[in-house]
């Protein structure tokens, strides 16, 4: 079984500041790790994955992400906050171990990053 | 940049009256998927459809729910008869390849459906 947990419902952070959204993953296999972002009245928009390689990926809009095998944990990051970051953040997993399982990814519940001025 | 698109934005309907939902996905995306997200809750897995068929779908997707690919161009999620709990934004994604390679599923707007 494949699980995500978003430990936040809201991340505030002032304009400047280093920002993190957490997400812890369970899996069976090896994880196949997203990030998305939901802007209000848009859709979700791919902002990075995570598949193999390089445990930090770099993504859209200066975000990146730290792949932790060992703590299980693909938190967000990005050196410097915007207002225009306001949004909200959905991580998501799939195993790509799992034999006869199911192939469509597990969302986690999303956290509320405020960026204020 | 090509995106998916959804119609309506918002859709208001009696309890137990049939809705259709209606999604445009990317135009050389094979693999086309629903997504539910109850207000404050998990963005949930619908059903996924390729080559005309759905390969993919959850328990929530049950005898109330189908989907149609009735032309070349439009994806379709019909709810026969709604509940109230039915209430929920639905998420239309499109991907290029299955999500079983490493594909990444693109998302349109969403539809937000209330049964009254």
């Known amino acids: 079984a494949q699980s995500v947990a978003q430990p936040e419902d809201q991340v505030n952070v002032a304009e400047g500041n280093p920002l993190t959204v957490k997400c812890t993953y369970s899996v069976s296999g090896n994880p196949y790790l997203f990030w998305y972002v939901q802007y209000p009245n848009r859709g979700l928009q791919f902002l990075l994955k995570?598949?193999?390689?390089?445990?930090l990926v770099k993504g859209s809009y200066c975000f990146e992400a730290e792949f932790n095998k060992s703590q299980t944990s693909f938190h967000l990051k990005k050196p410097s906050a915007l207002v225009s970051d306001s949004a909200l953040y959905f991580c998501a997993v799939r195993d790509l171990g799992t034999s006869g399982g199911s192939y469509i990814p597990t969302f986690g519940r999303g956290t509320s990053l405020i960026v204020h001025p | 940049e090509p995106e998916v698109t959804q119609t309506p934005s918002h859709q208001v309907t009696q309890m137990g009256q049939e809705v259709i939902l209606r999604c445009v996905p990317i135009?050389?995306?094979?693999?086309f998927y629903w997504y539910r997200q109850i207000l404050g809750q998990k963005v949930e897995f619908l059903v996924s459809?390729?080559?005309?068929?759905?390969?993919?779908k959850s328990e929530i997707f049950d005898d109330q729910f189908s989907v149609e690919r009735p032309d070349g161009s439009n994806f379709t999620l019909k709810i026969r008869s709604t509940k109230l709990e039915d209430s929920a934004m639905y998420f239309c994604a499109s991907s290029e390849e299955g999500s079983g390679g490493t594909d990444t599923q693109y998302f349109g707007p969403g539809t937000r459906l209330t049964v009254l």
């Open positions: 135009s050389n995306h094979l693999y």
């Open positions: 459809f390729y080559n005309n068929e759905i390969s993919e």
């Open positions: 995570y598949i193999t390689g390089d445990n």
